[in-house]
């Protein structure tokens, strides 16, 4: 199976800030990586496919980059409803894997 | 607009059976592989199964292989998870997912005495 490591696993952060987030996977998956949000109680979320495209209805705010192995989520100007648990997945080879999360904490 | 909206789950005594079943809009439904992935309370994301969108293919993680049934109505455009035999480690939020980034609402199975 193909190893998805995800940091930081929490970080802290104010209003307005810019935040990056790392998944690293343990085998070259092309561009075949998506981030999602999930919130307490509620269905993750996708923002980006392909490891670098929007969904449909995702502020441009969520940018996502990277290819091979690395792979970059980086929101911009966080808000309030930006504070959720963010999680990577690979969809290159079977089973689907995903990173441990980021949980993007209010400072 | 895609939509995969999940229905079945409920509370179940262990070594019981439940059939999830998740119904699929907005895209061509023949077209797609379809999985099936599982939240236990507080704990990550684990894929489960996944069957290829003739139905001719099917694959299980190790913990559910022999257990769990994974199906599919083309004519309906529906996916199904017959679960059997189940256990309390099975406790979790079932999700239906297309695995581009497309996901359900999810449906809650507990199994508990």
């Known amino acids: 199976d193909i190893q998805m490591t995800q940091s930081p696993s929490s970080l802290s952060a104010s209003v307005g800030d810019r935040v990056t987030i790392t998944c690293r996977a343990s085998q070259g998956i092309n561009n075949y990586l998506v981030w999602f949000q999930q919130k307490p109680g509620k269905a993750p979320k996708s923002l980006i496919y392909a490891a670098s495209t929007l969904q449909s209805g995702v502020p441009s705010k969520f940018s996502g980059s990277g290819s091979g192995t690395d792979f970059t989520l980086t929101i911009t100007s966080l808000q309030p409803e930006d504070f959720a648990t963010y999680y990577c997945?690979?969809?290159?080879?079977?089973?689907?894997?995903f990173g441990g999360g980021t949980k993007v904490e209010i400072k | 607009e895609v939509q995969l909206v999940e229905s079945g789950g409920g509370l179940v005594q262990p070594g019981g059976s439940l059939r999830l079943s998740c119904a699929a809009s907005g895209f061509t439904f023949t077209n797609y592989w379809l999985h099936w992935v599982r939240q236990a309370p507080g704990k990550g994301l684990m894929w489960v199964s996944r069957i290829k969108s003739d139905g001719s293919i099917t694959n299980y993680a190790d913990s559910v292989k022999g257990r769990f049934t994974i199906s599919r109505d083309n004519a309906k455009n529906t996916l199904y998870l017959q679960m059997n035999s189940l256990r309390a480690e099975d406790t979790a939020v079932y999700y239906c997912v297309r695995a581009e980034g497309y996901w359900g609402q999810g449906t809650l199975v507990t199994v508990s005495s």
């Open positions: 997945q690979q969809y290159y080879n079977y089973p689907l894997t």
